[in-house]
């Protein structure tokens, strides 16, 4: 049997903040021993069988780092990212120590979305395939509360839910968590992002006492530590870190294209790279409709996902999407949060993310069940600059991309046409009276227009190509000059990023420069350009009379004229960049 890891999804890693606590394990998503598999833990047979049956024969590094911890009932701070299988790894344990008959709900999780909420409630019903006695109830807004009420009355072992329904179901007491032994947050960090701590605290502020926490996150902002540390009782902390196969099962592009030429451009990409499922993130509910009616208009089979589309719908959308009954779909970020569908192999941001964790979640659509998958972002020349923010997110480059000319447009078209037809000519019609008919309907055309076969065969390829025309032949003087003003723009950008560097004077620290500290760093979301503008300001300097600087996560190297005045020098500790104070000392 092929070895397989137990993963939910695959995403691309996001820049991960160290757990401060000196308990935590740190593991490499590399370091897998695949000799033991889930045989270790000790679950039950059923649980075994069920597991086995799925083809999984090797537990992911979370899941050997979590499992036995959550199985001898210990609070758990997990750091590990969407990919990784970090809901087996609450899952499983949950299911093993899950009392039968109970009546009541025993495990409550906590999911930022409805989506991603069902999709748990999903793995839970595929884990506990062999207790067919178990139950599991995801509730969330946006479906039916009464409904709810009833299957809660009848009794369900595990309840997964968004904060804001959970909430409502508590304080109508149709919940009820006086049986609860174990509460999960996943994605507490999204949930942060979301606004949702304060409803995740009144929570935790209902429940039992004697009752064990788990909390999952992809980062560990200082509001989340603080949560852990709250409510949390002496928990084991595990880190995942992803390793750079991993980061490069995504590969990730951007096109630099103005917001006027947008759609043009991405009916051309479509054309240019051929993936069997796309998704298009846009900013908001209107451009989601405005860029999918522009697509249907091109004849392409196209599906909406926002905030205004019905719950029993958006579920209906993405069964079609997983079937292949659509190719497209145009979504905004929290409509697609958790998304999971294995098909798609492209995701394109339309718009430019608001921030890093949102772009690491919309790329983490693709790329899914350890298969490769592309992300291509559109930035406008004004976006560029935010561009290092996101490739640091991701630890590694994003490459630029032309926008596709009418040459590699056709070479594509020619390339899919000619993969159909060797598909179909190697392909047998499953009922052979059907392919009798065709064959008999062939020698009549024959007979009857006394031709060829070959030019037979070229009026079959005429007829599956329509009436549009095979080869694009569109105007690319848009391309051209979009080409011009990027290399204009890139030729800006090096001087701008060599004079930063010092590259033009190697020179200059030795003879001209001292080399300063300053306490502000990436984790302040400090840019060059802003410590230019502060210290030339402040110091009445030209900004090319500030040599080369290095940015690092909590502080940066400044280098400055010698013999600069004392009283400028004291000035400048003073001076505020992102709201903190440069705190500038000479290094030696």
């Given amino acids: ?49 069920t597991i086995s049956k799925k083809g999984y024969s090797s537990p992911t590094p979370i899941q050997k ?82 409904n709810q009420i009833n299957t809660l009355r009848r009794g369900v072992d595990v309840v997964v839910g968004t904060p804001g329904r959970v909430m409502d179901h508590m304080r109508q007491k149709t919940l ?24 995740v605290e009144w929570i935790l ?64 990409v479509l054309e240019a790279v051929s993936e069997e499922g796309v998704i ?68 394109i941001n339309y718009d430019m993310p608001f921030d890093r964790e949102a772009y690491v979640h919309r790329i983490g659509r693709t790329g899914r069940a350890g298969r490769n998958g592309e992300a291509i972002l559109f930035v406008n020349p004004r976006e560029r600059s935010f561009l290092s923010n996101l490739e640091r997110a991701v630890g590694q480059p994003i490459e630029k991309m032309d926008i596709p000319d009418n040459e590699l447009i056709n070479s594509n078209r020619i390339k899919k046409l000619k993969a159909k037809l060797i598909k179909a000519a190697s392909t047998e019609r499953h009922n052979p009276e059907e392919a009798h008919i065709l064959e008999e309907l062939i020698k009549s ?49 090096n001087k701008f990023k060599q004079r930063r560097r010092g590259d033009f004077d190697n020179n200059r620290l030795e003879d001209e420069m001292d080399r300063f500290r300053v306490e502000v760093g990436h984790r302040d979301r400090v840019k060059p350009g802003n410590l230019v503008g502060a210290i030339a300001n402040e110091a009445g300097l030209k900004g090319r009379s500030i040599g080369r600087i290095r940015i690092f996560e909590n502080y940066s190297l400044v280098d400055l004229p010698k013999q600069m005045p004392d009283k400028v020098f004291q000035a400048l500790k003073k001076v505020k960049v992102m709201n903190r104070e440069l705190q500038i000392n000479r290094t030696d």
């Fill in 1 to 49: 049997m092929t070895t397989n890891n137990l993963h939910e999804d695959s995403s691309c890693p996001v820049e991960q903040d160290v757990l401060e606590e000196s308990t935590e394990k740190i593991f490499d998503e590399g370091d897998q021993n695949t000799e033991n598999g889930f045989s270790v833990f000790n679950f039950s047979e059923e649980l075994i069988q």
């Fill in 65 to 146: 780092a979590a499992i036995p911890e959550l199985l001898l009932g210990r609070d758990l701070v997990g750091q590990a990212q969407t990919g990784t299988g970090k809901t087996a790894a609450f899952a499983l344990p949950i299911l093993e120590r899950l009392k039968k008959n109970v009546g009541h709900p025993q495990v409550l999780v906590l999911a930022p979305t409805r989506e991603l909420a069902m999709q748990v409630a999903e793995s839970f019903r595929t884990y506990s395939a062999g207790q067919p006695h178990f139950k599991v109830l995801a509730i969330y807004g946006g479906s039916d509360f009464r």
């Fill in 176 to 199: 009820n968590t006086s049986h609860l032994s174990c509460l999960v947050l996943d994605e507490a960090d999204e949930m942060l992002r979301m606004g949702f701590i304060d409803d």
């Fill in 205 to 268: 502020e209902q429940l039992p006492e004697e009752r064990q926490l788990v909390l999952f996150s992809a980062t560990m902002p200082s509001e989340i530590r603080r949560l852990s540390k709250k409510y949390l009782n002496s928990p084991a902390e595990i880190t995942i870190k992803a390793t750079e196969l991993k980061e490069r099962l995504i590969r990730q592009r951007y096109i630099t294209v103005q917001n006027v030429y947008k759609v043009n451009a991405l009916q051309r």
């Fill in 280 to 347: 298009i993130f846009a900013r908001t509910k209107a451009i989601t409709i405005v860029v999918a009616e522009k697509l249907e208009s091109y004849g392409y089979n196209v599906a909406v996902l926002n905030g205004d589309i019905p719950q029993n719908q958006r579920e209906r959308t993405v069964e079609r999407l997983r079937q292949g009954s659509i190719n497209i779909l145009v979504a905004t970020d929290v409509a697609a949060r958790g998304l999971d569908v294995d098909r798609i192999g492209l995701v």
């Fill in 445 to 493: 055309v024959e007979k009857e227009l006394d031709i060829d076969p070959k030019d037979l065969t070229l009026a079959a390829l005429n007829l599956a190509v329509g009436f549009n025309a095979l080869l694009e032949n569109g105007n690319e003087d848009w391309i051209r000059q979009s080409a011009q003003r990027n290399t204009r723009n890139d030729r800006r950008d």
